[in-house]
């Protein structure tokens, strides 16, 4: 099962946000003396109303400074719920979304369309159950939000570059970017996946194709690069794809659905990425820098687990004390096959020690397995 | 029915950690057991027959019995007694189905793996009981990934023994005492010689702890290997394990002796569960042999035996009957009758096998042998990758295996049919006794 569902709530707001570029009439329920004004200027963010039954919501935004701005709707843990941006200085602008559950939301303004805005808190009553309020969980699921979008806006330069090299045509420099364009991609890859769409697109192996399905992606790159050690027009093609198809993984990262438990589940399922595809060598077959994806794998699932443990500490000591002894094993045994700012060849490595990662990924996961019911406690 | 679901649920199990004051009634690991049915209640009535098996565990167990009176073991489907003054799975009469692990400790760290010893006796009580392990398999919290594999959800406890050894490397490996418990490895637990004609794999051989997991039911018996294992990740890995499909060998008196991939009956003269006096003399540790902590345990050593079955297959009816010294119908030795006559070695050739092995030949060396036949698929030559695992156990190795192993190395006609291809040798320490006793709690006191 996949830790992260990216969100009907999200879908439906991009839709929305489509249907306001485009200009198109909307069908709407609310009248317009329902709808929430907001009113951004360079250093406010004024919302008419702060409480509103849960349902189908416009909300007309006037930006009354100087500076470009755009408007995001958070739920907790700041998945956005809807949000619109390039709202020129002195225009209007409306959005629309359904808000199905009940609770805490903030609408941000943020004048320059940078930082995490001027946040105003709202209150959404009636409609489904309210999720539990846990300050706490919800930070950390704000800030592991940051960290996927940091993953995925530092892969953009580090694959655009990978990209370039493909493009020119020079195999031996594409190799050297090849590995390090996947890292952020790696550390993150839960959250990527449960878009389902641009996985297949840009991670598939040859035998992960569907009938009919145009390989692309890193791994047909990988593929020309090591096995077939040319480059033809497609893979230039491909390139640009694959710059495409991650520039909407960039896009929609603040969507997904993120919990504590899909965290938790994330950084499980990111071991068992490393247990099914790199201690196998299976994944990086052709260029054997599946210890990179590794380190990247293990990296991700840190990051979920240190933003949890605060609280799982508090409902499972015993648990905390084991996971953090795992991680640190783990880390050190695979940091004996550092070469230099990467890792040895996978293809190098042999089967006895083939055996010490795979056990020393048991020995973590299997603790791991237990985070999400730790923080869902 | 119902009356036997409640005994099967209050008789329970376990928690032989339960060392810290709390009561089955409120211990963590008892309390969902009674809440839930167990793999027997689900099933109910066990079948019938086979009462005689459950007679002999009873008698050659020496099972202790606490609170109640454990469910009798009336049939195959039945749970044999896991406390006793010696573990059961050696006398106890020879289950159908075997699944043999091996496993590395990883851990450094003493406590650890103490309390893992403690985990793994926990739910080595329940799983023998028929119940899941922990929580059980579906339990009340779904984020969390259930305790218990599941597999085993409605199938009979099957007679599931699970039999644990330490291995030499517990005590010192790569001259390190890791444990702190170099000097209490028992004398009698020796690095086994190299044997003429060995083709050792060192990925199929040796290990720190072995867990002999025997069932009537093939996926019981996996299902246990599987669980211990997942318990004991972090702190143990598996280093290998070997499925056997059919037992080679009886422990009970007078039953036919089954036979081995070569169609032949071999080891008709073991130990039978109900021969005490051969027990005490030549399987279990005495107070006299020691160490103290072994009193009550025996010796395994397991062999991974290769069987050249396709060139065995070749060969005349007359050439297996002299390599074995049996016929092939009946199993009875050259010259006599029924399977069980006592054999005259001299009619049977110098280099067939039963004279060879037998005591009368290696100056009364007597073993109790447990091993399976096994086929791990084919082996990329059109050949299928079969033979025995054969298991001993024995008082002392010194004076069982090696002396034995060391004749039919030299000169067993069967050499030319066979290969020993894994080897491990294990102490298995007595039985645990009680709630508060766990695998190996004295080695480690």
Known sequence: MRAFRSSAIAAVAAAAALTAVSGCAEKSDSKDSDAIKVTASDDKCEVSKTSFPAGHIKINIENAGSKVTEVYVYAAGDRIVTERENIGPKTKAEITATIKKSGDYEIACKPGMKGDGIRQKITVTGGGKAEKANPELDKAVAEYRKYAQAQADETIPAAQKFADAVKSGDVDEAKKLYAVSRIGWERTEPVAESFGDIDPKVDVREDGLEKDQKWTGWHKLEKSLWDEKKIDEDDKKLADQLMTDLKDWQKRVGTAEITPTSMANGAKELLDEVATGKVTGEEERYSHTDLVDFQANVEGAEKSYELLKPVAAKSDAALVTELDKQFAALKTLLGEYRDGDSFKAYDSVGKDDRKKLSDAVNALAEPLSKLAGAVAK | MTDKTSKTNTTDPTDPTGSTGTTAADSPESAPAAAKPSRRSV?????????????????????????????????????????????????????????????????????????????????????????????????????????????????????????????????????????????????????????????????????????????????????????????????????????????????????????????????????????????????????????????????????????????????????????????????????????????????????????????????????????????????????????????????????????????????????????HVGSAVFAVPPGVRDKGDWWAKALFA
């Open chain 2, 43 to 419: 099933l109910g009535w066990g079948g019938a027959g086979l009462a005689l098996g459950a007679a002999v565990a009873g008698g050659t167990a020496t099972a202790l019995r606490l609170g109640e009176d454990a469910a009798p073991a009336a049939s195959a489907g039945d749970a044999v007694p896991f406390l006793g003054e010696h573990q059961a799975g050696i006398a106890t009469p020879v289950q159908d189905r075997l699944h043999f692990a091996a496993f590395d400790v990883t851990t450094t760290d003493r406590a650890a793996l103490v309390k893992m010893l403690q985990e793994w006796t926990a739910a080595a009580a329940r799983m023998t009981a028929g119940h899941e392990v922990g929580e059980g398999a579906v339990q009340d919290n779904d984020e969390l990934p259930p305790d218990d594999t599941g597999e085993a959800l409605g199938l009979k406890p099957s007679r599931l023994t699970l039999t644990f050894g330490v291995g030499p490397g517990l005590f010192e490996k790569d001259g390190k005492d890791r444990f702190g418990i170099r000097d209490r490895r028992p004398k009698a637990l020796i690095d086994l010689p190299a044997f003429p004609g060995d083709n050792l794999d060192a990925a199929r051989s040796g290990g720190d702890l072995c867990v002999q997991a025997c069932a009537d039911d093939p996926q019981v018996a996996v299902h246990a290997i599987r669980n211990l294992a997942r318990i004991g990740m972090g702190k143990v890995a598996i280093r290998w394990s070997q499925l056997g499909f059919g037992k080679t060998s009886s422990t009970t008196p007078d039953a036919q002796t089954p036979r081995n991939m070569m169609g032949f009956k071999d080891g008709t003269r073991n130990i039978a569960g109900t021969e005490t006096d051969r027990l005490g003399k030549h399987v279990w540790v005495g107070g006299k042999e020691g160490p103290d902590w072994m009193v009550g345990g025996s010796y395994l050593v397991a062999r991974r035996i290769r069987m050249h079955i396709e060139t065995w297959d070749r060969t005349s009816l007359a050439e297996q009957e002299d390599v074995f010294g049996r016929d092939k119908a009946e199993g009875a030795p050259v010259g006599k009758q029924r399977e069980h006559d006592e054999p005259l070695l001299k009619a049977m050739k110098p280099d067939a096998h039963v004279r060879l092995a037998h005591p009368d030949s290696n100056n009364g060396v007597t073993i109790l042998r447990r091993g399976y036949s096994f086929t791990d698929g084919t082996d990329g030559l059109g050949r299928l990758d079969a033979g025995l695992f054969f298991i001993a156990y024995q008082k002392d190795v010194r004076d069982g295996f090696v002396p034995l192993q060391t004749n039919l190395a030299r000169n067993d006609a069967l050499n030319e049919y066979i290969q």
